[in-house]
Antibody, heavy 120, light 110 residues
Framework: EVQLVESGGGLVQPGGSLRVSCAAS????????MNWVRQAPGKGLEWVSY????????YYADSVKGRFTISRDNAKNSLYLEMNSLRAEDTAVYFC?????????????WGQGTTVTVSS | QSALTQPASVSGSPGQSITISCTGT?????????VSWYQQHPGEAPKLIIY???DRPSGVSSRFSGSKSGNTASLTISGLQAEDEADYYC??????????FGPGTKVTVL
């Protein structure tokens, strides 16, 4: 079964750091570009970051640029999001999503999400 | 990033058709055919229902259709059913190689 499973969420203090992971199964992550999308409690979806299949291209939303770093380990079939200088407004469910080929907004497989809470 | 606009809510009776708009600029919606729509039920992950303005993934009901005119993309749900009650989000590629979601539209089936 094709599946994405996020992990690593939790409670962190403002200014702290956290790394969330996304494990792929049922397919080879190495052939897909990936995105992170988040959703604050009771709010809409927000695109966070993109990484190409070979890690050559990385893009970030202005709201996280300079604080978050996307990376991947294709050998481990895993995607990561390193989050630093966390703020209360980063509190959200973080989803990883698989992009289909060259279709820029076509994300066909999503994880169930991992919850990050930034609070003192 | 640019912001897209969607109506906060749309409602309709079973069997009716409804349309949700997604308005951007020439730097996003108007400049590319890379506009998709996602359906999200409470507590679930989003589900792709339309990509590249008007294409439907396999397995998605033909009651869902998409179009675009200028800077506005639209999602139409025909033959509205109770199961269509959900939040709907548009997303567009932008001129600075980022993606941007609309704020979402809550669809209520009366």
């Amino acid at each position: 079964e094709v599946q994405l499973v996020e992990s690593g969420g939790g409670l962190v203090q403002p200014g702290g750091s956290l790394r969330v992971s996304c494990a792929a199964s049922g397919f080879s992550l190495s052939t897909y570009s990936m995105n992170w999308v988040r959703q604050a409690p009771g709010k809409g979806l927000e695109w966070v970051s993109y990484i190409s299949s070979n890690s050559n291209l990385k893009y970030y939303a202005d709201s996280v640029k300079g604080r978050f770093t996307i990376s991947r380990d294709n050998a481990k079939n895993s995607l990561y999001l390193e989050m630093n200088s966390l703020r209360a407004e980063d509190t959200a469910v973080y989803f990883c999503a698989r992009r289909v080929g060259a279709y820029l907004t076509r994300m066909d497989v999503w994880g169930q999400g991992t919850t990050v809470t930034v609070s003192s | 990033q640019s912001a897209l606009t969607q109506p906060a809510s749309v409602s309709g009776s079973p069997g009716q058709s409804i349309t949700i708009s997604c308005t951007g600029t020439s730097s996003d919606v108007g400049g590319y055919n890379s506009v998709s729509w996602y359906q999200q039920h409470p507590g679930e992950a989003p589900k792709l229902i339309i990509y590249d303005v008007s294409d439907r993934p396999s397995g998605v009901s033909s009651r869902f259709s998409g179009s675009k005119s200028g800077n506005t993309a639209s999602l139409t749900i025909s033959g509205l059913q109770a199961e269509d009650e959900a939040d709907y989000y548009c997303i567009s590629y932008t001129s600075i190689s980022t993606l941007v979601f609309g704020p979402g539209t809550k669809v209520t089936v009366l």
